[in-house]
């Protein structure tokens, strides 16, 4: 009876810290891509350079990160010829680094509350 | 046709159209990337196996298309039976099937009315409700049995499939660990063809039981339908509204081929009793009207036509005996076949 009382919350508890990882991860995304995006870089470069910073994010959640962003203004995007190869890049528009600026400082405030509690 | 283009290609089929081409291109030039880093890495060009690793590490197209869409309907009764990811083909099939119903009610209520019998709205109503309860019913229940087993199983797809390159591997259970040649699967074409053709025949036997001019044509003006047919009228509906859902049952589970094999032996033996009550009844046809306000020359008519009516039931009869025998005996024989394994396979052409 105990080991499926802890199996059930076992697993649930389980999914609950997957559910609220994501959602804590979601909004650091964002950020981390206009970041690395102060520099231009084509999608796949962009990935590359998320994972070797510890920020890994896979094909399926970027792209569409990336559209989304760009509708809202603040990336511009431009299809080029590189290595032989179409490839689209990607970089932050003027919006885009003002609201950089400003999610930054949002973060820092965050963070250092945080530490201040934890 | 390599395998990244099946993977792009079952992508793009369920992406937004206008944004199609593009992201279709992303995808590639990544896809690409990554499969020059690796083989950069290897010193060696990739695999096809290591290509197909590589693929299904990006998950379902399916899903993964999903991803690009700003549309995040669902369809939820309490819990969510349609995710964003299913959402827009539900909405498409339904749209297409439910738009071809009311057209073929249409189409019967048009010439009906043209023909000078009187509709009622009340008809059309209950006409066009059934059908779209009918439908409702059976394409959620499709599309909710595709949505738990994509929730349950996301890795259970490869790109072997004709549709768009994907095939969805829906094989539940406990029959997953029992492999049923492909060949022998009832095709899915068959089970759509036969919902909409048995639809459009519940929607003729529903009109015919009120409006006995589609099946007597002018006719009707004399003629009129044996108190028999009013009698077998529900078992004839029940027959239909049963072959509808075995064959949306198939259509979910296409190696159910024994499942279809009983149901054969069990609709054609109701088809059987049907006809026996018909032919029991002796008479099919009568006239409108008093008796004695019927000419010889309507009575003659009247003859032959019943006359007619009784051949065209004893050749049903003999044929539906028949098919009974043929299907009794596959059924039979793939079973002393398979009673050495536990195989829930039937021969090739069961029940064709």
Known sequence: MCIVHYMVHGTSNHELFENLRLELRRGSLVLACLAALRQERYGYTLRKTLEEQGMAIDEGTLYPLLRRLESQGLLLSEWREEEKRNKRFYRLSADGKLILKQLLGEWQSISSSLNGML | ?352
């Not at chain 2, 700003?70 to 539900?90: H, K, M």
């Not at chain 2, 997953?176 to 699967?185: A, K, T, V």
């Not at chain 2, 079973?335 to 069961?350: C, I, N, Q």
């Open chain 2, 1 to 352: 046709m390599n395998l990244v283009d099946r993977y792009l290609k079952a992508v793009a089929k369920a992406l937004p159209e206008a944004q199609r081409e593009d992201i279709v291109r992303e995808l590639s030039e990544d896809i690409r990337s990554e499969m020059e880093d690796k083989a950069g890495e290897l010193g060696r060009p990739l695999t096809e196996s290591e290509q197909q690793a590589l693929l299904k590490r990006r998950g379902n197209p399916l899903v993964l298309a999903g991803r690009y869409r700003q549309d995040y309907r669902t369809l939820a009764f309490g819990r969510q039976l349609i995710g964003p990811v299913l959402f827009p083909f539900y909405v498409r099939v339904l749209s297409f099937n439910l738009g071809l119903t009311f057209a073929v009610i249409a189409i019967i209520f048009i010439a009906l009315g043209v023909s000078g019998q009187k509709v009622g709205v009340n008809d059309v109503l209950s006409s066009c409700l059934l059908q779209l309860f009918i439908q409702l019913g059976a394409v959620t229940l499709i599309f909710s049995l595709i949505e738990r087993h994509l929730t349950k199983n996301p890795d259970r797809w490869d790109l072997s499939g004709t549709c768009g390159g994907l095939r969805l591997d829906l094989k539940i259970g406990k029959n997953s660990s029992l492999p049923i040649e492909r060949g022998q699967w009832i095709s899915r074409f068959e089970s759509v063809s036969i919902i909409i053709a048995s639809t459009v025949a519940l929607i003729w036997v529903t009109g015919v039981q009120r409006y006995p001019f589609l099946i007597l044509g002018p006719a009707a003006s004399f003629l009129k339908l044996a108190p028999i047919w009013y009698q077998v009228y529900f078992p004839i509906v029940l027959l239909t509204v049963a072959e509808i859902v075995r064959a949306t049952i198939n259509l979910v589970r296409p190696d159910w081929t024994r499942f279809r094999a009983v149901y054969n032996i069990v609709s054609h033996s109701g088809g059987l009793v049907v006809v026996y009550y018909l032919i029991r009844s002796g008479s099919w046809v009568a006239a409108v009207g008093p008796a004695t306000e019927i000419t010889e020359q309507y009575a003659h008519s009247i003859a032959i036509v019943n006359q007619w009516t009784y051949f065209a039931l004893l050749v049903a009869a003999i044929l539906s005996v028949v098919m009974l025998v043929v299907k009794v005996t596959r059924l039979v024989r793939s079973l002393r076949r398979g009673a050495g394994s536990p195989s829930v396979t039937a021969p090739a052409k069961e029940g064709d």
